[in-house]
């Protein structure tokens, strides 16, 4: 055989043994949702449903779950159904080393030292649905606070490892709330909550080895009349299972009276606030109205400005605009007018920078020279505070890309919050009322930038502060249209100055997309403050997202179960 055809024979041999692989991974078990019922008996007994949704193969004789650390419970009554509706004979104890035809359509318990294993026949292979039904009893636990339980209800190292799975808790006849019911998830991604008068946890990416779906629910005394009451509290065990969790650091330590005299105020407060039902509605609607009035008595007669309002306070010009409701009064084109205004300094510079595999070049925003705190200003730190922001996003090579802005935004979110308030700093209309002739000239700069092509008289000092304007007229959402009307009377200004040149490219496309980004990450920063307090709400059992640590002292699961 020629070196050529055993070369073309290896190929061939190689290729074919991917094919198999690649055939063998593709047909392997696999179990696409797992949906677990819990129904609640007034003595702490559960009648669990668990519904899966399987592919089956050639692989393994039968499927099975785990149900270890029983902590007093026991398992009986099982069923189990396929999705011909064909219910499984029970054989009781289960022989695992029987074939894959002797277990087709039969169901069987392996009794093991800690606990059980519940098997059934996996039967004929292709697309099928398997329901097992069991009674678990004894998993409301009666403790001295409180009754409840902290339960593992998937076990991890499950195989196949499910894509979804669902779990929802009930109790017959009494309706869950979010007063009277507490929640708690560990070791899945996903959330627990009560909805539709149950309790619900459901994740929200695939499991992996590592994955189990325990589940703490905390009752109120009187809602059960368990049959296992144990010495201790219910918070003893919802410490044990905070351990290793992200709830920690938010327990609920309030003494009974200081919780009483909390659910008063909220009773008294939401009292009030039915009484006043209508009050921030019509708030809304009166300060519309004296913000429109006021509006009206700025812009009569108004004159056009030419001069830099507010000794060029950035900060300030935003928010009596913001507070007069201005429309563009936006955090967006102050961020624009920030990054135009340190172009300007040269803090910010532009840069080309060639992309080695296609060779098209790119212009980027490069940091330059440092910004200089030169005053005790809120405007002139809030810069400085936003360079600093920019430099460090903009890593090694200092050219600054609106993606690595948001990322590093997005990590530095928790230090960033003091930076984000203080950006979003207003005053009020009445604090405008004061400034009012000042609030004119700001407006009647506006409405000198906006009529800018239609102005006969132009002074030279006036083109000495074209800069400013631009800056300006970011501020106020009409940087294009003023750089177009800049360039149409005065061409060759743009041409003599290099920095004019650089903040006219800028205002295109380079400010926009930085203030973009940096505005998006304004609103990670704020997600981010919203995200703790909806953390802090979680930890006290109100629903969330399920935590991926802790979950100690928990009873059920274990590790194993599924094809085999």
């Not at 019922?37 to 099975?64: F, H, K, P, W």
Request: net charge neutral; aromatic share 10%.
């Amino acid at each position: 055989m020629s070196r050529a055809r055993l070369k073309q024979l290896r190929w061939g041999l190689a290729f074919l043994a991917l094919l198999l692989v690649s055939a063998d991974v593709s047909a392997r078990p696999r179990l696409t949702d797992l949906n677990i019922s819990v129904e609640l008996a007034d003595n702490g007994d559960a009648r669990i449903t668990e519904r899966r949704t399987m592919m089956i193969d050639d692989e393994g004789t039968e499927c099975y779950i785990v149900v270890g650390n029983l902590n007093g419970s026991e398992v009986k009554d099982l069923e189990v159904t396929d999705e011909t509706g064909l219910k499984y004979s029970h054989v009781g104890e289960w022989d695992v080393d029987r074939g894959r035809s002797w277990k087709a359509g039969k169901c069987g318990i392996v009794y093991k030292r800690d606990g059980y294993e519940l098997c059934w026949g996996l039967g004929e292979e292709g697309a099928r649905v398997y329901t097992t039904s069991y009674t678990l009893t004894r998993l409301v636990k009666g403790y001295d606070d409180a009754d409840g339980f902290n339960y593992m209800f998937v076990a991890e190292n499950v195989s196949p490892l499910p894509s979804h799975v669902k779990l929802t808790i009930s109790k017959p006849g009494t309706p869950f709330t979010s007063d009277s019911v507490k929640v708690w998830g560990f070791r899945y991604h996903g959330t627990i909550m009560i909805e539709d008068s149950c309790v619900v946890a459901e994740s929200s990416e695939d499991f992996t080895s590592e994955s189990a779906l325990i589940a703490m629910v905390r009752f109120p005394k009187g809602m059960f009349q368990p049959d296992d009451v144990r010495e201790g509290s219910f918070e003893q065990l919802q410490n044990k299972a905070f351990e290793g969790s992200d709830y920690i650091g938010y327990e609920d330590n309030r003494t009974f009276w200081q919780k009483l005299w909390d659910n008063l105020e909220v009773l008294f407060y939401g009292f009030i606030m039915m009484l006043t039902f209508f009050v921030p509605a019509l708030s809304m609607v009166y300060m519309w109205w004296k913000k429109r009035k006021f509006r009206k008595r700025l812009e009569q007669d108004l004159n056009w400005y030419r001069d830099i309002p507010y000794k060029g306070n950035l900060q300030h010009t935003h928010a009596v605009c913001e507070a007069a409701g201005y429309d563009d009064a936006s955090v967006k084109n102050l961020l624009s007018a920030y990054v135009l205004r340190m172009v300007y300094r040269g803090e910010l510079t532009l840069t080309s920078v060639s992309n080695p595999k296609t060779g098209k070049v790119k212009q980027y925003l490069a940091i330059g020279k440092d910004h200089e705190l030169t005053g005790s200003a809120l405007d002139d730190k809030l810069e400085h505070k936003l360079f600093d922001i920019f430099k460090k996003a903009a890593g090694e090579d200092q050219i600054l890309q609106p993606r690595e802005l948001e990322r590093y935004m997005e990590r530095n979110a928790k230090g960033l919050q003091p930076f984000v308030k203080q950006l979003k700093t207003s005053v009020s209309l009445s604090q405008c009322e004061k400034e009012f002739e000042q609030m004119r000239q700001t407006v009647g700069l506006k409405k000198y930038l906006k009529d800018f092509t239609i102005i006969d008289e132009r002074h030279v000092q006036e083109v000495a502060l074209w800069k400013d304007y631009l800056i300006f007229a970011s501020l106020f959402g009409i940087a294009d249209q003023v750089r177009k009307d800049m360039k149409t009377i005065n061409p060759e200004f743009f041409k003599l100055d290099q920095v004019a040149e650089e903040m006219a490219q800028s205002t295109v496309i380079l400010v926009p997309n930085l203030s973009n980004a940096a505005m998006n990450g304004t609103r990670q920063i704020e997600s981010f403050a919203a995200r703790q307090e909806a953390r802090a709400a979680r930890s006290s059992g109100g629903g969330g997202f399920s935590s991926w640590g802790g979950g100690g002292g928990f009873s059920g699961g274990g590790s194993g179960g599924g094809v085999r």
